[in-house]
């Protein structure tokens, strides 16, 4: 079985400066993606960022980063120079490579940013 | 461009009709697709996997009579919400996925029963 936790149901931070959203998985299995999604309030689901289970180096995609840290089991979203449009839902999401589309998603966490 | 296409984006029936929503993959084949539902300001619950020319494989809970699934092809999955109820109302999006990429989205189906 697998499990996404994000405990931070609620975030904030000043526009043009980076955050940091939290994530943590337990998973059994050998080889799996990470994924991080956006929703906004429309209700489409944009992804962002993929990290794969034996990848050496950090995901990194325009003004996101993720920091991998497969001892600890976190795969947390850096968003780097806030703007007000980055303000929406933030879903964290793990795939077995063994099971192609079958994702397991965290509870999210809505970021507000401020102007 | 749209990878998944997912109509209607609302619909808002009376309880007890049945609602179908379809999932079109529009750039690749799609043996397998997935049907999620998600309440307000939560996460995305997998209802379903809909496997193509077979039976779609529900998740512990999901009711198979009450949420149809029928994937006759390899671009399209369709979920038909039967005698629906209010408690029904919900938004139910879908995804297609293939090995080593991100799962693709539709837009999302808002449903409302009154």
């Known amino acids: 079985a697998q499990k996404i936790t994000q405990t931070q149901p609620g975030m904030f931070v000043q526009e043009k400066e980076a955050v940091t959203l939290d994530c943590t998985y337990d998973?059994?299995?050998?080889?799996?993606?990470l994924f991080w999604y956006k929703q906004p309030s429309s209700g489409e689901m944009i992804f962002l960022i993929y990290q794969g289970s034996y990848d050496q180096q950090n995901a990194t995609e325009g003004r996101y980063s993720l920091n991998f840290q497969k001892a600890r089991k976190s795969a947390n979203l850096v968003i780097s120079a806030s703007q007000l449009g980055d303000s929406a839902m933030y879903f964290c999401?793990?795939?077995?490579?063994?099971?192609?589309?079958?994702?397991?998603f965290g509870d999210g966490t809505t970021l507000t940013v401020k102007p | 461009g749209a990878v998944v296409s997912q109509h209607p984006s609302r619909v808002i029936c009376k309880s007890g009709t049945s609602v179908k929503i379809e999932c079109r993959s529009l750039?690749?084949?799609?043996?397998?697709m997935f049907w999620y539902r998600q309440f307000p300001k939560k996460s995305l619950m997998l209802m379903a996997t809909s496997n193509e020319g077979s039976k779609a494989t529900y998740e512990q809970g999901v009711e198979k009579d009450k949420f149809l699934i029928n994937h006759a092809s390899l671009t399209l999955s369709t979920l038909t919400v039967t005698s629906a109820h209010p408690e029904d109302s919900s938004f139910y999006i879908c995804?297609?996925?293939?090995?080593?990429?991100?799962?693709?989205f539709g837009q999302g189906t808002r449903l409302t029963v009154v």
């Open positions: 999401a793990m795939r077995p490579n063994t099971n192609a589309g079958k994702s397991t």
């Open positions: 750039d690749f084949q799609a043996t397998t």
């Open positions: 995804s297609v996925g293939t090995e080593n990429t991100e799962a693709f």
């Open positions: 998973t059994s299995d050998p080889s799996y993606g």
